[in-house]
Nanobody, 118 residues
Framework: QMQLVESGGGLVQAGGSLRLSCAAS????????MSWFRQAPGKEREFVAT????????LYADSVKGRFTISRNNAKNTVYLQMNSLKPEDTAVYYC???????????WGQGTQVTVSS
């Protein structure tokens, strides 16, 4: 089992910044690729960004490329999402996901709300 707890969400004006954190416990964090997803009201959950186990490789959705940065600290069992130049369309519940190496299942956090006002 693995527990993921997101934090750092909130209300921010358009153009502002937020940093989300996802703290992991219960399993070797460094054995997991980590990702952020988001789900806006009435929409399907969508991919935002992912980072490899070592942190050497990252990938972003086109909608956030150049504005968001995913990073991780394996010593602190935490993955981050730095969000800059926020737009109202970034409003959503943001979830982190852990994908352990060698298994077919994932672990999800409970989500943190991000609201961007215009």
């Amino acid at each position: 089992q693995m527990q993921l707890v997101e934090s750092g969400g909130g209300l921010v004006q358009a153009g502002g910044s937020l940093r989300l954190s996802c703290a992991a416990s219960g399993r070797t964090f460094s054995s997991c690729a980590m990702s952020w997803f988001r789900q806006a009201p009435g929409k399907e959950r969508e991919f935002v960004a992912t980072i490899s186990r070592s942190g050497s490789t990252t990938l972003y959705a086109d909608s956030v490329k150049g504005r968001f940065t995913i990073s991780r600290n394996n010593a602190k069992n935490t993955v981050y999402l730095q969000m800059n130049s926020l737009k109202p369309e970034d409003t959503a519940v943001y979830y982190c996901k852990a994908a352990p190496v060698g298994v077919t299942y994932d672990f999800w956090g409970q989500g943190t709300q991000v609201t961007v006002s215009s």
